[in-house]
């Protein structure tokens, strides 16, 4: 298996409709895809470290119709374009991988259009599967193909014939080359011929150990795909539909029995690492599943702590709405700007980047092995250990905060990393917690020797690390540092009037944002590109990250729920 997999958080991306790409390919080369580079910060703020693309091969309208495996769809830019794209973010630390889809190509790739030319004189009849000429196809070619589960825009490709796999294997070497790619994800995985994977698996692990191979898989065994021989990992289907239906049916036995039989002692898959999501470019978004918005951090909680490698699908870490219809999934691959006012009352960034700081800490949260501890229908206790490290996940459905009462041994105190560093005693076995109303506790067991206020602080700063020089320059930070020592300072085009955005007047101290999430502004600034006023400040939760943006920017009114509020409103410090 990859090395690097176990410590990964997954950013998914669906390319075509992220950009906001018209629905088929004009022949325009638009370099739309170059503005991922600006997500970079994002990114690295939420501790993501892996980055999943799903198609950007040019096609005629979806991605998964493809036309050409050796070209960037000229929708989302160039090879040149997406290869300087691949540098940055490697640069950030950030691994890639690609959609590999080797069941299907569209009717425009250019070896069909061949047999459409010149029929059965075509050398590449005998790459489509099942292509006879004794009879016609539903779109009235003088043969009959196999189509994708019965999409004839999809031709089946016939990976039993060596030219074939030939292609596409030499299309990975070029992207693996050219653009660095870290691994893949392979489209409807249980639809293609098992020896191609092999191969595959061959050729990439040849060039590359490190190289990581998953499938898409729905149902079925996952141990058939993943193996020694073929996959390194498949999408874990069983526990998507699990997290979503134990918050809906306040039922957490149906998740915990799912984590019991994949990964508990005798599980069968714990030797896996695998691929987990709450959503995808396939199925209705988080905030859409789940009947109670309350329930969206617990979610995430189980996702990140539980065995496998967690995926946050792009949007849902701001909670937006989308279902799938019978006539499209364009609601669930929107076109997303990072200055876009999301009208949503929850922001889960915090903490989902709490929840990465706790992966990067705790070993066992990676690596460690799984038990169940307690299971009611409202609430949940698990273990994730390793040789010398216990932490349990305490979840809590219930609107009120609820008392648990746990066994427990190996340690005498219990210190919560997730929420604020509150100890609990074990005694005699024991542990009685208080978990917080439709929340969850992630709790490291010690024996006294832990520290959290040294453990905040240097989680906190790691996360930072990549934000900070990312959003301000070394000079800025400078100017930053001599006003905030001078206290309050004038914003030059700011004026005393709270009830106009135009006159609004900055100055230090606690800020409310439209989502109701508490900042201080710790500085006021100056940019150095325009001259312009700039606003620095931190969050009063979970990380305490640090920001910058324009003084404008900052005291703008913004659209949520169909009304006009301000971006951040100054409270009383004692508030």
């Known amino acids: ?13 669906y390319p075509l409709g992220f950009c906001g790409c018209p629905e088929f390919n004009d022949g325009k080369t ?19 470290n892996a980055l999943y693309l799903g198609p950007v091969f040019e096609s005629l309208k979806h991605g998964y119709d493809t036309s050409d495996y050796y070209r960037i769809d000229c929708r989302l830019g160039d090879n040149e374009s997406f290869k300087k794209l691949c540098d940055e973010l490697h640069a950030n630390g950030i691994k890639i991988i690609l959609d590999g889809v080797f069941n299907h190509v569209g009717r425009d790739f250019w070896a069909f259009k061949d047999v459409q030319k010149y029929g059965s004189n075509s050398q590449y009849c005998g790459w489509f599967q099942n292509l006879t000429f004794n009879g016609r196809s539903p779109y009235d070619d003088p043969f009959w193909y196999e189509g994708w589960s019965g999409h004839y825009d999809l031709v089946k490709l016939n990976l039993y014939n060596q030219a074939v796999v030939d292609h596409l294997i030499g299309a990975v070497s070029m992207w693996m080359d050219e653009f660095k790619i870290d691994g893949l994800r392979l489209d409807a995985a249980d639809c293609i011929e098992p020896n191609f994977f092999r191969a595959l698996r061959r050729f990439c692990k040849s060039k590359d150990p490190d190289f990581w191979l998953m499938g898409e898989i729905i149902h079925g ?23 979503y239906s134990s918050h809906n049916d306040k039922n957490y036995f149906e998740i915990a029995h799912s984590l019991q ?33 309350a329930h969206l951090k617990n979610a995430y909680t189980v996702m990140f702590t539980m065995p496998g490698v967690p995926s946050i699908y792009y949007g849902s870490e701001w909670a937006i709405e989308g279902t799938r219809t019978r006539e499209s999934d364009q609601m669930l691959r929107p076109c997303l700007e990072l200055d876009t006012p999301l009208a949503k009352t929850h922001s889960l960034v915090p903490h989902i980047s ?14 460690g092995k799984y038990e169940n501890v307690m299971i009611r229908n409202e609430q949940l206790v698990y273990k994730r250990y390793t040789g010398d490290q216990t932490v349990l996940v305490a979840l ?4 009120n905060e609820y008392w648990l009462d746990f066994p427990i041994s190996g340690g005498s105190v219990l210190t919560d990393v997730l929420v604020d560093g509150s100890e609990y005693r074990v005694e005699n076995n024991h542990a009685n917690v208080m978990i917080p109303a439709n929340g969850a506790r992630v709790l490291l067991l010690h024996n006294g020797d832990f520290n959290y206020h040294d453990f905040k602080e240097k989680s906190d700063s790691d996360l930072q690390s990549g934000i900070i020089a990312d959003s301000y320059t070394e000079e800025q930070k400078a100017v930053a540092e001599a006003q905030a020592q001078q206290g309050e300072t004038q914003v030059p085009s700011a004026h005393n009037d709270e009830a106009n955005p135009a ?9 409310r944002s439209w989502d109701g999430s508490l900042f201080a502004v710790i500085a006021l600034a100056t940019n150095t590109d325009d001259h312009e006023p700039a606003i620095i400040y931190k969050e009063l939760f979970n990380n305490g990250l640090i920001f910058t943006c324009s003084a404008k920017g ?22």
């Open 30 to 48: 638009e370099y739309r895809l170059d503005k991922l580079g600006e997500w970079i910060p994002h990114l690295k703020r939420m501790g993501v």
């Open 221 to 243: 065994d996952y141990n058939r795909w993943a193996n020694p021989e073929m996959m390194d990992s498949v999408t874990n289907y069983e526990c998507y539909k699990g997290i």
């Open 261 to 293: 039989r994949q990964f508990a002692n005798g599980g069968i898959y714990q030797n896996l690492c695998l691929y987990n999501f709450l959503d995808n470019h396939d199925v209705n978004r988080i905030g859409s599943t789940l009947r109670n918005p």
């Open 1 to 13: 298996m990859s090395q690097w997999i176990n410590n990964s958080v997954f950013y998914h991306i």
């Open 354 to 367: 709490a929840l990465s700081a706790l992966r990067k800490s705790f070993p066992a949260l990676c690596s």
């Open 503 to 511: 006159k609004r007047q900055a100055k230090l101290g606690k800020y």
């Open 554 to 575: 900052f005291l703008e009114d913004i659209e949520v729920d169909g009304r006009m509020v301000p971006k951040f409103e100054y409270v009383d410090s004692d508030e």
């Open 396 to 399: 809590n459905i219930t609107d």
